[in-house]
């Protein structure tokens, strides 16, 4: 016996949530890889940026949020740029780090960073990782 899964039953509520947040439907997504040929910080991310998409399609969400990727995201865009169905995976990696932090609180605690560490950082790089890794 054969089960057929379809969108409705792969689509749970943090996946919808997910959709909704990033604007993108997942199930566009043919799982071609150009995405994670592009990405530059697919060498030291967890799990490949097509794989991000997959467990999400597979409605295994906790998977992705468990994940370091979305933190390794450079938002650079090549993913967008490569796939020839359209899919902002950008956008869907933001989502993903906004449910991680309404639901888990801040990534980076910014009181564990050194006076030196904050004098070397650009302002332009703290001021992005407030709004990256911070409610």
């Not at 379809?6 to 997504?29: H, Y």
Request: proline share 5%; glycine share 6%; with cysteine.
């Amino acid at each position: 016996m054969r089960i057929r899964l379809s969108a409705d039953v792969l689509r749970n509520e943090l996946v919808l949530r997910i959709e909704e947040i990033s604007g993108e439907d997942l199930l566009k997504c043919n799982q071609c890889g150009k995405c994670s040929a592009g990405c530059p910080a697919a060498p030291v991310m967890d799990m490949l940026p097509s794989q991000v998409i997959r467990f999400l399609q597979l409605g295994l969400v906790e998977r992705v949020l468990d994940s370091e990727t979305p933190w390794l995201c450079a938002a650079c865009q090549s993913c967008y740029a490569r796939c020839p169905k359209g899919v902002d995976l950008t956008r869907v990696m933001e989502a993903v780090r906004e449910m991680i932090l309404q639901e888990r609180g801040d990534y980076l605690d910014l009181r564990d960073l050194s006076p030196e560490d904050l004098a070397e950082f650009p302002q332009q790089a703290f001021i992005a990782g407030f709004r990256k890794y911070t409610t």
